[in-house]
């Protein structure tokens, strides 16, 4: 699921777009083909015991289901969610059936850290924390593959949009909009 430009502002453009790291659907991979091995036995199983076809029948039918919860909508969500970077904005988005998002313009981001795990740090990946400026609380973007290089890309897109003030409204000395320490006009 590519993020749609039509959803974007007049201007503005995809700088980076992410899904989480496949690590995300590996346990329910794994267990997708234990279920399928598990089905495969208890058939194997009930056909030697001599019962009927309606058990081995009752077997895959449970099986099915257990693949569809644990296997195919945990891919569903991974397949959904989508971490989108513009030169305005962070905009996140998920959901299979109802869609859900939150789009935090950079200006209002104050913070940006990342943590990682063992396990994260063997396959590349980590959590985006993003603080902002609101009253809702930041948002953690789990699982983002090389998430250093997109904390270190964040930040240069919110330095690129700094003008160099101060939050006071004054410039650094030798800065051509100051004027001697006064405000620039």
Known sequence: MAFSAKHLARGEQIDMELRTHIKAILLPLLLGLLII????????WISSQGWS???????????????LAFVVVP????RT????LTNRRLITRRGILSKSGRDIPLYRINDVSY??????????????????????AGVRLHDVPRVEQVQVRVNELLYHQDDGGDDDGTFPPGDPRSQHGRRGF
């Open 53 to 67: 076809d309606w058990a081995t029948l009752a077997v895959w039918i449970v099986a099915l289901l257990l693949l």
């Open 37 to 44: 091995v598990a089905a495969f036995a208890a058939s194997f």
């Open 115 to 136: 943590e990682k795990g063992l396990l994260d740090r063997l396959l590349g990946c980590g959590t985006l924390i993003i603080s902002d400026a609101s009253e809702q």
């Open 75 to 78: 891919i569903l969500r991974w």
């Open 81 to 84: 969610t989508i971490y989108v």
